[in-house]
């Protein structure tokens, strides 16, 4: 007969999904109600105004789609893309590559604009690409890329795309609750993110928000969109203002009161406040990374301090250090992806699992691991050197 399942209590610093702050868990356990309860409408109207603040905007057209970031994802490119567009879409990582699929999937053209994994997007090669193409409507690109730990310029790729009349598509999975996201002040179209990076929430659930000209579009686009779930138009019965509270499907209620949680907890720690400790812990891991040799893959300039992508020492036995922090040390950290497959590390500082502890947990255990590897380390300098950028801080 088969047992409960009880997991064992990791430290999550990979790319996804981090720890989960214990309030947000608690909240899950809380009393399921009926998604049609009046309790419950309060509460879908709460997380509206506290998604609106962490995306910096007062956009009508923002609600959590019931499914992971890929779902939010593709929300965006069904809803917004037609049959025999052409849309431009950047790519320095797998994730720019999965909106490839999704341009492709919706009978639509994608041109893409290609930068090398490690590197942001180069806003020069879209706007070339957009003047190229005078017909696209939609530009597309991820602005924190997981598969590789860089951060593009969103506040010129969005100009850009308005600039040439042509609606933006930003991925922020990575980016919310971690670093700078002003939807408003960008003037970004359609945004989708994801509960599990950043907000440390439960996996599961995907942010959004459209614009009033994202929205103008789907109003006006003419055809019902090929995805009967994600179709903006009947979720929005739903989940809109004044709306009649129509079925449409089951919300998740409970992910739902995690989402609240979590966005609670964003809110009294505030905006800035966040993406200082993000930026401060990062600090902290890069000078003890480096005290150990190891090097990041992405330029200074263009870090995300959420995920930390380095190459590992030569003659490292990847799977193996990974495979002993986590037995040992129940400390999970990320392998690479795609071409960077075999060759680095990605280490997540994000959400509630970016702090001090872990920050040194780490480093302690890289320490301990690369000498059982027969690395000539300087052991315990990576450790000093994070707390000598924590005193420093402080
Ligand atoms: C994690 C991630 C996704 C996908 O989110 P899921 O919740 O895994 O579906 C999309 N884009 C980026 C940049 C991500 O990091």
Request: with cysteine; aromatic share 6%; net charge negative.
């Given at each position: 007969?088969?047992?409960?399942?009880?997991?064992?209590?990791?430290?999550?610093m990979?790319?996804?999904?981090?720890?989960?702050?214990?309030?947000?868990?608690?909240?899950?356990?809380?009393?399921?109600?009926?998604?049609?309860?009046?309790?419950?409408?309060?509460?879908?109207?709460?997380?509206?105004?506290?998604?609106?603040?962490?995306?910096?905007?007062?956009?009508?057209?923002?609600?959590?789609?019931?499914?992971?970031?890929?779902?939010?994802?593709?929300?965006?490119?069904?809803?917004?893309?037609?049959?025999?567009?052409?849309?431009?879409?950047?790519?320095?990582?797998?994730?720019?590559?999965?909106?490839?699929?999704?341009?492709?999937?919706?009978?639509?053209?994608?041109?893409?604009?290609?930068?090398?994994?490690?590197?942001?997007?180069?806003?020069?090669?879209?706007?070339?690409?957009?003047?190229?193409?005078?017909?696209?409507?939609?530009?597309?690109?991820?602005?924190?890329?997981?598969?590789?730990?860089?951060?593009?310029?969103?506040?010129?790729?969005?100009?850009?795309?308005?600039?040439?009349?042509?609606?933006?598509?930003?991925?922020?999975?990575?980016?919310?609750?971690?670093?700078?996201?002003?939807?408003?002040?960008?003037?970004?179209?359609?945004?989708?993110?994801?509960?599990?990076?950043?907000?440390?929430?439960?996996?599961?659930?995907?942010?959004?928000?459209?614009?009033?000209?994202?929205?103008?579009?789907?109003?006006?686009?003419?055809?019902?969109?090929?995805?009967?779930?994600?179709?903006?138009?009947?979720?929005?019965?739903?989940?809109?203002?004044?709306?009649?509270?129509?079925?449409?499907?089951?919300?998740?209620?409970?992910?739902?009161?995690?989402?609240?949680?979590?966005?609670?907890?964003?809110?009294?720690?505030?905006?800035?406040?966040?993406?200082?400790?993000?930026?401060?812990?990062?600090?902290?891991?890069?000078?003890?990374?480096?005290?150990?040799?190891?090097?990041?893959?992405?330029?200074?300039?263009?870090?995300?301090?959420?995920?930390?992508?380095?190459?590992?020492?030569?003659?490292?036995?990847?799977?193996?250090?990974?495979?002993?922090?986590?037995?040992?040390?129940?400390?999970?950290?990320?392998?690479?992806?795609?071409?960077?497959?075999?060759?680095?590390?990605?280490?997540?500082?994000?959400?509630?699992?970016?702090?001090?502890?872990n920050v040194?947990l780490c480093l302690?255990a890289l320490?301990?691991?690369?000498?059982?590897?027969?690395?000539?380390?300087?052991?315990?300098?990576?450790?000093?050197?994070?707390?000598?950028?924590?005193?420093?801080?402080?």
């Amino acid at each position: 007969m088969a047992k409960s399942f009880h997991p064992p209590v990791r430290t999550l610093m990979g790319p996804g999904p981090s720890d989960v702050n214990p309030r947000i868990l608690e909240a899950v356990s809380r009393p399921t109600i009926g998604h049609l309860d009046p309790a419950f409408v309060g509460l879908m109207d709460e997380i509206k105004a506290l998604l609106q603040f962490a995306f910096q905007t007062k956009n009508a057209l923002t609600l959590p789609v019931s499914a992971p970031g890929s779902a939010g994802m593709e929300t965006c490119f069904v809803n917004l893309v037609n049959p025999g567009d052409t849309v431009i879409v950047a790519q320095n990582g797998v994730f720019g590559g999965r909106m490839k699929e999704n341009v492709e999937r919706c009978g639509a053209t994608a041109v893409m604009v290609q930068d090398e994994w490690g590197t942001a997007v180069d806003p020069q090669k879209v706007a070339d690409a957009l003047k190229a193409n005078p017909d696209a409507r939609v530009l597309a690109f991820v602005h924190a890329e997981t598969s590789t730990g860089a951060r593009s310029d969103a506040a010129t790729l969005c100009k850009l795309a308005s600039e040439h009349d042509c609606l933006s598509i930003v991925d922020a999975v990575t980016s919310l609750g971690g670093i700078e996201l002003d939807v408003h002040g960008w003037g970004a179209d359609a945004v989708y993110s994801g509960t599990q990076k950043c907000l440390s929430c439960i996996p599961g659930l995907s942010p959004v928000t459209f614009s009033d000209r994202a929205a103008a579009a789907i109003e006006n686009r003419g055809r019902r969109a090929q995805s009967w779930f994600l179709d903006l138009e009947l979720v929005m019965a739903y989940w809109g203002e004044g709306a009649q509270r129509a079925y449409h499907h089951t919300a998740p209620v409970n992910d739902l009161y995690a989402l609240h949680e979590a966005l609670v907890i964003l809110e009294e720690e505030g905006l800035q406040s966040a993406w200082d400790r993000h930026q401060r812990n990062h600090d902290a891991l890069a000078a003890g990374l480096e005290a150990l040799g190891i090097e990041f893959v992405v330029d200074r300039e263009y870090r995300l301090p959420q995920l930390n992508c380095v190459r590992f020492p030569d003659g490292i036995d990847d799977g193996a250090v990974r495979k002993t922090l986590l037995n040992d040390f129940q400390l999970e950290i990320g392998a690479g992806l795609g071409p960077l497959a075999g060759q680095v590390w990605r280490i997540g500082l994000m959400g509630f699992a970016s702090n001090q502890k872990n920050v040194l947990l780490c480093l302690g255990a890289l320490d301990a691991v690369l000498r059982q590897q027969g690395l000539a380390v300087d052991s315990g300098a990576a450790v000093a050197a994070a707390q000598a950028v924590y005193a420093a801080q402080s």
